[in-house]
C-alpha cells in the first residue's frame, strides 16, 4: 500500500472510532484533583481513561499531583512550614513521599490568598484527602478494573521533567520502569504517556526505548522547556510529530475558536496520522462563545471530530456521548 493511501485508511480510522473520554485528575470537577476519591469516582462514571500528573518527591517516589508545588492542593504550609524555598513556594521534591502522606489534599486554592479557584466545586478544607503515589494508584485501578470487569486506561503525564533534571532527578527514567512493571509497555496496553517538553518526548522515545503510546502536549506559543509549540502546529511540525508521537494534546483553545466556530488543526493532525485529545473540557468553565456541555460536545467530536477529550466532567460527556 502507498503511503499516502496508508495515511488516509488510518484517518478515516481514526475518524470512525468511538471517542475516549479521559478524566481528567480524575471527576476533579466533583472531588478534590488526582486523590484516590476523585480516581474512584471518574472510574465508576465509566471514563475510557484516568489521569495522572507525575512528579517526584525527595526520595525519588513518583507522586500523583498536577504541579511541583505542593501548596495550592495541600495544608503543606501549615504541617512543614520550615520546607519553604526563598521564592515562597513548597515543592514535592523537598518532602519524602511518607511526609507527602501525611498531608491532607483539597481543593486547588491560590496560594497567596488562600481563595478556592473554582468556588462552586467540593468546599476547600472539606474531608481528610491524600496525595496519592504513582504506584498506590496503578494498584487501585487495577482492583477498579478487576472488581468492575471493565478495563479502564491509564494516561500519565511526565511534569517538567527538565526542572527536575535541573534538581538532579531523571523523572521519566524512574517512572517508566513502574508503567512497564505494571503492564503499561506496548502500544496495545491502556496508556498514553503525554508530556509537554518535545525534547523529553524524543528522548523517551529514543533513548529511553518507550514503545508504548506517546503523546505530544501542546500550549500556547512557547513551553518553559523552549518547545516552540507553534511550529509544531503547523503542517511540517506535525508531520514532524507523527514520526515521534501516536497524537497530540492541544488546548481547547486550537479547537473552538471565540466565534464557537472550529479550526482545522485536527483535520491536518489526522491527515498524517496523528489522534487528537483535546483538553480540557469544564461544565463550569466552558470555552468562550459555548452555551452548555452538548453544544461543546458537538464542536468538539461532530465538527471538530476529535478522538478523544480531557474533562473534569466525565459523566456528562459520557451521557452526551453515548
Known amino acids: 500500500m502507498r503511503p499516502a493511501a496508508l495515511v488516509a485508511l488510518l484517518s478515516a480510522a481514526l475518524n470512525a472510532a468511538q471517542p475516549v473520554v479521559i478524566a481528567h485528575r480524575g471527576a476533579s470537577g466533583y472531588l478534590p484533583e488526582h486523590t484516590r476519591e476523585a480516581k474512584v469516582m471518574a472510574h465508576a462514571m465509566g471514563a475510557d481513561f484516568i489521569e495522572q500528573d507525575v512528579v517526584l518527591s525527595k526520595d525519588d517516589v513518583p507522586m500523583v499531583l498536577h504541579d511541583v508545588h505542593l501548596d495550592t492542593t495541600t495544608d503543606v504550609a501549615e504541617k512543614f512550614p520550615d520546607r519553604r524555598r526563598a521564592d515562597g513556594r513548597f515543592y514535592a521534591i523537598d518532602l519524602t513521599a511518607a511526609e507527602i502522606g501525611t498531608l491532607v489534599a483539597t481543593e486547588r486554592f491560590d496560594h497567596r490568598t488562600g481563595k478556592q479557584v473554582m468556588p462552586l466545586r467540593h468546599p476547600k478544607g472539606r474531608g481528610v484527602f491524600r496525595v496519592p503515589t504513582l504506584e498506590s494508584e496503578l494498584e487501585l485501578i487495577a482492583e477498579l478494573n478487576r472488581t468492575a470487569g471493565r478495563r479502564a486506561g491509564i494516561y500519565p503525564e511526565l511534569k517538567a521533567p527538565a526542572w ?9 527514567a524512574i517512572v517508566l520502569p513502574i508503567l512497564r512493571k505494571h503492564g503499561y509497555a506496548t502500544k496495545s496496553d491502556p496508556c498514553y504517556l503525554q508530556c509537554f517538553e518535545y525534547a523529553e518526548v524524543k528522548r523517551v522515545r529514543g533513548e529511553l526505548g518507550w514503545k508504548g503510546n506517546l503523546i505530544m502536549l501542546l500550549g500556547g506559543s512557547k513551553g518553559v522547556d523552549g518547545t516552540d509549540f507553534t511550529r509544531l502546529k503547523t503542517d511540517d511540525g506535525l508531520k514532524e510529530l507523527s514520526g515521534v508521537v501516536e497524537g497530540i494534546g492541544p488546548s481547547l483553545v486550537d479547537i473552538i475558536s471565540k466565534d464557537a466556530s472550529v479550526t482545522d488543526l485536527i483535520t491536518r493532525a489526522h491527515a498524517v496520522g496523528l489522534l487528537v485529545h483535546p483538553y480540557t473540557l469544564r461544565a463550569d468553565a466552558l470555552p468562550k462563545g459555548v452555551k ?16 478523544g477529550l480531557f474533562t473534569d466532567h466525565p459523566d456528562q460527556v459520557i451521557k452526551i456521548l453515548r
Open 292 to 307: 452548555d456541555m452538548r453544544q461543546a460536545a458537538e464542536l468538539i467530536f461532530r465538527n471538530a471530530r476529535a478522538d
Open 164 to 172: 527536575h533534571r535541573k534538581e538532579g532527578k531523571d523523572l521519566a
